[in-house]
């Protein structure tokens, strides 16, 4: 079974740093590509970053470029994604998902960040 | 980008009757790339359809998906209670760098 679980979210102010895990088991991790997608309450999803299997290619949404960095460990079954210089609206429920041919096919339970102001 | 747009915003329906839900391109999109998902208050979206018309692992043969170019359908034959949920259609599209958006979701609620 695919088991994805996000770990990492909390309170923080305006311009402070973040960094979600994701741990996944149940399929071979490094044989996909994974995203983070985020939802604001009571918006619809969006997406947020992605990266090709082998993190060689890496992608990311125009609302976060430049400050997020989403990374993998293959080996240890794990991603990452560092969130710097937060801002209010990037309040929302993070989810660590997995891709195939262009869909969201998985989703972790996710993790909520709330940044104050 | 393209905008993806569903309606109604909220479909009203007792369970027993179907329903009928659509996602308007503002251009093209390929089927291939046409994905549907329910999501229930406080859980992660699920994936329904994908491929405009294809049931993902596990989704029962009452949904359906049709359409292609910019006009897509989500059909929900005889509702069961735990169908009443939002509802989002998505696309992806590569150019330079891969592109993903979903609608603004239409919520089934119980009349």
């Known amino acids: 079974e695919v088991q994805l679980v996000e770990s990492g979210g909390g309170l923080v102010k305006a311009g402070g740093s973040l960094r979600l895990s994701c741990a996944a088991s149940g399929f071979i991790f490094s044989t996909y590509s994974m995203a983070w997608v985020r939802q604001a309450p009571g918006k619809r999803p969006e997406w947020v970053s992605s990266?090709?299997?082998?993190?060689?290619?890496?992608f990311y949404g125009d609302s976060v470029r430049g400050r997020f960095i989403f990374s993998r460990d293959n080996a240890k079954n794990s991603m990452y994604l560092d969130m710097n210089n937060l801002r209010a609206e990037d309040t929302a429920v993070y989810y660590c998902?997995?891709?195939?041919?262009?869909?969201?096919?998985?989703w972790g339970q996710g993790t909520l960040v709330t940044v104050s102001s | 980008e393209i905008v993806l747009t569903q309606s109604p915003g909220t479909l009203s329906l007792s369970p027993g009757e179907g329903a009928t839900l659509s996602c308007r391109a503002s251009?093209?999109?390929?089927?291939?790339?046409l994905a549907w998902y329910q999501q229930k208050p406080g859980q992660a979206p699920r994936l329904l359809i994908y491929a405009a018309s294809s049931r993902a692992t596990g989704i029962p043969d009452r949904f359906s998906g049709s359409g292609s170019g910019t006009d897509f359908t989500l059909t929900i034959r005889r509702l069961e209670p735990e169908d009443f949920a939002v509802y989002y259609c998505?696309?992806?599209?590569?150019?330079?760098?891969?592109?993903?958006?979903f609608g603004q979701g239409t919520k089934l609620e119980i009349k």
């Open positions: 990266t090709t299997d082998s993190g060689s290619y890496t």
């Open positions: 998902v997995r891709l195939l041919n262009g869909y969201y096919e998985n």
């Open positions: 251009q093209t999109v390929s089927s291939k790339y």
């Open positions: 998505q696309q992806f599209g590569s150019s330079n760098s891969p592109r993903y958006s």
